[in-house]
């Protein structure tokens, strides 16, 4: 009895056992079923998000890409900057229509071949478009022009807006084609056949002329900013607070000049970089003052003939005594007609007019650019004949010297340094400078250009001015002899300086006793090493500094290089323009 009991409480706990074992089974597999679901689920939700992100990303990319395809095309045709699409808000401001070749990439609105395409591997068509819009209205000025690129893939699309602005020698604080004394003002004959000497790296290998003559930065020289040379440097313990580049292919890129300490590179040794290429001529910003190429030039400048002396005076205001001045914007080259317009000054001699001694007070030319030109021959509107003076003016008999009014060069007691042009020419294309900016303006002159006082800005912020001569530059340093100069010392000047066909340099820098310093505010570019000092102590040390809104902005139309190239100067993402379908944002 016992025994069977026993045998049916056995089965009884065995029926239990694998009751629970079943119902375990069940529990861990409905476990596992919702796990794998849920796996498979949280898969695909990944995968979608991970396609979502990168169409996020390449919408950026094809952003960038209408960016490149835009600066790719200016730098193939510098007159693309005038294309834009006129029914784009974004471009409202600016002037110009679609270019004649069709570009998909100004296209607005739903239409498929309303975008580019960003190009695919071989064979494999991108899912990446972008389109652009051109705000070109402050190109003429600042040579910057305004692009919203919009970049798309699949239903992902980003928007940035950039300013793409010139390459050009403002870049740099100190820009120099050659290292050695520009022959013209040196009395040195080191040109070759082609008219110029050969780079300083040429006779690193080669015979040495010994005429042309290497200009060497001094023991004392600070230059606080960028510095780019074709050529190799000569440097005598100087120190350097910006990057340094050179076209120079020949390595060392820099020489230390014999006995010299080693100089200061605070952002490294110089590295090599490509070239520049300078202008042969200036003579392209005088179509700048001609009012009959609307197409080109929107907003024609001031044209002056002959010497001109202009004195800004702190207020937006400028002197300006130009006596040889008949008509201040003209029509054709030669000059076959024209007008005196009223923001350049009223033509004639009598009060507050160009060709009266105190010369005319005027507003200084706003965003714009004054040329003054040597005066002209007969066919030109411009012509005053030859021996035939403006009232008031009279010319030396050597014909290097003139008198107008109160106003001479040479000053009194000075004497003349020699220069090639002579200085001081009667009939010259010179302007004399000085004085306290308020406003945006370039002076260009056929030939040279006195710095004859100190010249600053009334606002450092906001003010900005473009110098640039046909030949040199000068630093006015007059002297009555080989040791009595006739101005004070140290010189401060605050501009962006560009001596096309010869050199930026310091007028008497070898002579008499030290001048101080010369404190530059802006940026330097010139053809040839210009002189400014000497190591006995003569002329001037180098305080330099950049003025870096140059790296985004450039006075108004300031001459570029040969080879025009373009970079970004600031970016910002925005938000989205348009929307997946292409229609506005």
Known sequence: MIAIVTRRLRAVRESRSRGMALVTVVIFGTVLVMLVATAAAFASSGAVKSRTDDDWNGAMAAAYAGLEDYKARLANDTTYVQYRNPASTFSAAGSGTLPPTTNPAFGLGTGSNSWAQVPGDSGSPSRAYFRYEVDNSQYASSGIVRLRSTGKVGSEVRSIVVNVKQTGFIDFLYFTDFEVKDPAQSKASCATSSGKPNYAWFYSTNTHDSNCTEIQFGPNDVINGPLHSNDTLLICGSTFNGKVTTANTKSPYYKKASGCSNPTFKQGVPTPDSSIGMPQTNLQMKTETRTDLPDSVKRPGCLYTGPTVI??????????????????????????????????????????QLGSTGGATIDVIPQNLIYVQNVPGSDDKNYTASGTWPANFTCNTSGNGWTFGGTAYPMTGETVPSANPAHYGCRNGDVFVQGTVHGQVTVAAQN?????????????????????????????????????????????????????????????????????????????????????????????????????????????????????????????????AFKPDGSAG
């Not at 800004?312 to 001045?325: A, E, I, L, Q, R």
């Open 311 to 352: 004195t800004f005076t702190g207020d937006g205001k400028m002197n300006v005594k130009s006596p040889f001045t008949k008509l201040t914007q003209v029509v054709g080259d030669p000059a076959t007609g024209g007008t005196a317009a009223p923001m350049c000054g009223a033509v004639g001699t009598g009060a507050n």
């Open 448 to 576: 040279y250009v006195y710095i004859t006082g100190n010249l600053t800005y009334q606002d450092n912020t906001k003010d900005m001015l473009g110098l640039v001569g046909n030949n040199a530059v000068w630093v006015w340093n007059p002297f009555k002899d080989s040791s009595t100069p006739l101005l004070g010392t140290d010189r401060t000047i605050y501009a962006a300086i560009l001596s096309v066909g010869h050199t930026f340099m310091v007028q008497n820098y070898d002579i008499g006793p030290a001048r101080g310093s010369l404190n530059i505010y802006g940026a330097i570019a010139q053809e040839y090493r210009g002189t400014v000092g000497t190591a006995a102590g003569n002329g001037y040390i180098k305080n330099y500094n950049y003025d870096p809104r140059f790296k985004y902005t450039a006075p108004p139309k300031f001459l570029s290089p040969v080879s025009t190239t373009y970079g970004v100067s600031t970016l910002v993402e925005v938000p989205k």
